[in-house]
Structure formats: structure tokens, C-alpha cells
């Protein structure tokens, strides 16, 4: 039996936070999140009648996005003993990441002078 095509609404809800055993923590912008990311895909993409189409982001692209602009803010800092292990650990994270694709960073919006950070949280399963 053929059944009609049901459309699907993206979920607004906020993911859950994943329990980890904290590697390593920073607050970053919204403004550096955001280009971290990406350019936008719907700018690329557009559907028969010419209609702007935005795909979603994958879980895996957003997860290695998230590790990448940890270690940029990491780097940024005073380089210590203790920032280069921590910068050592995220590498084999976002190794371990690439292979096993289960999520390793929780991303959390935060209020800071009026304005929103985010704060990313890399770990390992707890």
C-alpha cells in the first residue's frame, strides 16, 4: 500500500545533555559558533521552483565543528603545560569521534552582559 508523504517539522526542542566526563570546557560567541559552522547551506540549495531549500546539518559535521573551534579557543589562550594536554586530548577525541560518529561535545547557551554565549563542554562518556 502507498501511503502519503508526511511532512516533517524540525524539532525546536534542545537536545539533551549527554552525561561526560569533562576533557575540557570554553564560552565562545554566538558570532564564532557561527562561523565555525559553516556558510549556510540554504543559500546553495534551491528546489524545483526555485525556492531557497535548507538542508539540516548533520550531527556528525556539527559535532567536528564543535571540536575544532575548541581547540581554536584553547590555542588562543596562554599555552600551558596544562592547555596543551587538554588540546592533546580533544585531538584524539575528534579522532575517536571521526570513527565511532557518538556525540562528544554538549553545547549550552548562556546569558553573559546581554549577550549569548555558548558554552562547550568536550568529554568522553561517563
Keep these: 500500500a502507498v501511503r502519503p508523504v508526511q511532512r516533517v517539522e524540525p524539532s525546536l526542542e534542545r537536545a539533551p545533555i549527554v552525561p561526560l566526563e ?4 570554553v564560552e565562545i560567541s554566538a558570532d564564532a ?3 565555525a559552522l559553516g556558510p549556510s547551506q540554504q543559500d546553495r540549495h534551491k528546489d524545483t521552483n526555485q525556492h531557497r531549500v535548507c538542508r539540516p546539518m548533520s550531527a556528525f559535521r556539527m559535532q567536528q565543528a564543535f571540536l575544532h573551534v ?3 579557543a584553547l ?4 599555552q600551558t603545560k596544562t592547555i596543551m594536554k587538554q588540546c592533546a586530548a580533544i585531538t584524539c577525541v ?3 569521534h571521526t570513527d565511532r560518529r557518538q556525540r562528544c561535545v554538549n ?3 548562556l546569558c553573559r552582559d546581554g549577550q549569548v ?3 562547550l ?3 568522553v562518556a561517563a
Design 22 to 25: 569533562p576533557l575540557a570546557a
Design 33 to 35: 559558533l557561527h562561523e
Design 70 to 72: 575548541l581547540l581554536e
Design 75 to 78: 590555542l588562543a589562550q596562554e
Design 94 to 96: 575528534q579522532r575517536w
Design 107 to 109: 553545547a549550552v547557551p
Design 117 to 119: 554565549v555558548w558554552q
Design 121 to 123: 563542554t568536550v568529554g
